[in-house]
């Protein structure tokens, strides 16, 4: 074969290769900004929305906590006068709003949470068909209206001889007299706190349940091989480890869903309630906002709601989030400490 047949690829000098490069570079560019085009395309509606519902109406909210406002003139700025009147002058939020409201959001809140979490538990121990059927069950409270809620229990709590609660407390030889349950002090925050247990399980409780059925099963096998023996120790050691971002969430929800569930009070017994007897923060805000058109002085209160919410979601979060060691300096500054 002579040397005339031999054909040989020429070499390619640094900037031939960059200009072949080039194209291919160019590509990943566009695509690049595709993607970026088509996620600002999926996010662009949830952050329409999120602004005109959330972003705004708390922002005003918070410039509106500064002024004098009664929803017909315009704002007269007043500093920082409505949250001291608020701490220091209103007996009515110090006395009663703000201790009823921490005892509702410790009993229906964390005794939700707690309730919500053993009761998924206990059905994911059922097969698919019951579980469901208990699961839609103890759902269906939250979905209740206020009005279909109040309907239901007024007729429970009756204060005559009529009332379900009254009739089988006198046919029990409990009560001579029918009580009242409905306009006295007394009766009404614990009606209330019932009420708020039987509606609390919510996406919460279903997020529980969803986060103990996907637990890997494997788990449990090795446990058993490691020595736990019952199924206490298999939700104490295995099952809560596995599912704490439910629980997290369910957390927040339980917070959240306690300090503004103020319709219960204000549908059962009216707002304000007898005697402040029920009277929440939520309740509060409607009672100077929507009554006494006070709505500088109702957003301050609203924008103290949302930090004591802030607070103890960021409490919860501590609790329940996963810690993680954040390894600073990259590689080599993990090695320099090891060193």
Not at 124 to 134: A, G
């Amino acid at each position: 074969m002579s040397k005339s047949k031999l054909k040989t690829k020429p070499e390619q000098t640094p900037d031939a290769a960059a200009e072949v490069k080039k194209p291919k570079k160019r590509r990943n560019k566009i695509s690049r900004r595709e993607n970026n085009w088509h996620g600002w395309l999926f996010v662009g509606p949830y952050a329409v929305i999120f602004t005109i519902f959330i972003l705004v109406p708390v922002v005003l909210a918070a410039f509106l906590s500064f002024t004098n406002f009664n929803a017909i003139e315009m704002p007269d700025w007043v500093g920082f006068l409505n949250y001291i009147t608020l701490l220091t002058n209103d007996d009515v939020f110090m006395k009663y709003v703000l201790p009823n409201t921490v005892v509702y959001a410790v009993i229906v809140g964390v005794g939700g949470y707690i309730l919500s979490f053993i009761l998924a538990w206990a059905l994911c121990n059922l097969s698919s068909v019951p579980r469901t059927i208990c699961a839609l069950i103890l759902y269906s409270p939250s979905m209740t209206t206020g009005v279909a809620m109040t309907v239901l229990w007024k007729v429970i709590f009756s204060g005559d001889q009529s009332g379900l609660l009254n009739s089988w407390l006198m046919e029990l030889g409990i009560i001579t007299e029918p009580i009242i349950w409905l306009t006295s002090a007394d009766y009404v925050l614990p009606i209330v706190i019932i009420i708020g247990l039987w509606s609390s399980m919510g996406i919460g409780f279903l997020s529980m349940i969803a986060g103990i059925l996907n637990t890997d099963e494997t788990l449990y096998e090795a446990s058993s091989i490691d020595g736990i023996s019952n199924r206490f120790q298999e939700m104490i050691y295995i099952t809560i480890p596995q599912m704490k971002p439910q629980m997290l969430f369910a957390a927040v929800m339980a917070i959240v869903g306690a300090f503004q569930n103020g319709v219960i009070s204000s549908m059962l017994v009216g707002n304000p309630s007898p005697g402040y007897a029920s009277q929440l923060i939520v309740n509060h805000i409607e009672d100077y906002g929507f009554l006494r058109y006070e709505m500088g002085y109702a957003a301050a209160v609203s924008v103290v709601l949302l930090l004591i919410v802030q607070l103890f979601s960021k409490g919860a979060n501590a609790i329940l989030a996963d810690k993680e060691p954040v390894r600073k300096g990259g590689k080599h500054g993990v090695q320099r400490k090891a060193d």
